[in-house]
């Protein structure tokens, strides 16, 4: 069975850091694209960024760009998100995906998702 | 404001059918890339309704359907019942953005 669990959000101070990880089972980690997406309170869900199964290649929504970093290990079956410079919009619930197929072929499992907060 | 444009709100009654269109340009639906929905219920995971523009996952039932035309697809909801209503959102890929990109999501009720 396939399982996302994304751990690390809490609540953080406009300018700070944090990092996500999402720990995967149940499939062939390192042979597939991942992903986050975030849905912030009252809104629809946001694509944040995404990788592919090597890590040799990676994506950014331009609202991210230059203040987050996708990551993985393929060797703990491990996704992260390294948010720094976080600002009050980076406010969401962030999930973790598995790809379906290639990068950009939709994502057929996610995790249950992991609160960010960003406030003084 | 959106890339893919979906409405916000579809209603129907059990039993019926329902559609949700999603709207997109030449740089995302209309330049070809796979279009791609989902079902999702606030405070859960997401959950893979269509890929590839009209596949189904293993154990979506046959009642969903995708379809894509020129700068829009749709997604099509027969015998509609009460356990769908849901926020259902569409994505694609941006050539501009070089990058995926979701539609604002549509809520669908059931009445």
């Known amino acids: 069975e396939v399982q996302l669990l994304e751990s690390g959000g809490g609540l953080v101070q406009p300018g700070g850091s944090l990092r996500l990880s999402c720990a995967a089972s149940?499939?062939?980690?390192?042979?597939?694209?991942m992903s986050w997406v975030r849905q912030a309170p009252g809104k629809g869900l946001e694509w944040v960024s995404s990788?592919?199964?090597?890590?040799?290649?990676?994506y950014y929504a331009d609202s991210v760009k230059g203040r987050f970093t996708i990551s993985r290990d393929n060797s703990k079956n491990t996704l992260y998100l390294q948010m720094s410079s976080l600002r009050a919009e980076d406010t969401a619930v962030y999930y973790c995906?598995?790809?379906?197929?290639?990068?950009?072929?939709?994502?057929?499992?996610w995790g249950q998702g992991t609160l960010v907060t960003v406030s003084s | 404001q959106s890339v893919l444009t979906q409405p916000p709100s579809v209603s129907g009654a059990p039993g019926q059918r329902v559609t949700i269109s999603c709207t997109g340009s030449?740089?995302?639906?209309?330049?070809?890339?796979?279009v791609h929905w989902y079902q999702h219920l606030p405070g859960t995971a997401p959950k893979l309704l269509i890929y590839?523009?009209?596949d189904r996952p293993s154990g979506v039932p046959d009642r969903f359907s995708g379809s894509k035309s020129g700068t829009s697809a749709s997604l099509a909801i027969t015998g509609l019942q009460a356990e769908d209503e849901a926020d259902y959102y569409c994505?694609?890929?941006?050539?501009?953005?070089?990058?995926?990109?979701f539609g604002g999501g549509t809520k669908l009720a059931v009445l």
């Open positions: 995906a598995k790809a379906h197929s290639g990068t950009w072929g939709g994502d057929d499992y």
């Open positions: 149940g499939f062939t980690f390192r042979n597939f694209a």
């Open positions: 990788l592919s199964g090597s890590g040799g290649s990676t």
């Open positions: 030449s740089s995302n639906i209309g330049a070809g890339f796979d």
């Open positions: 590839g523009d009209s």
């Open positions: 994505q694609s890929y941006d050539s501009s953005l070089s990058g995926r990109v």
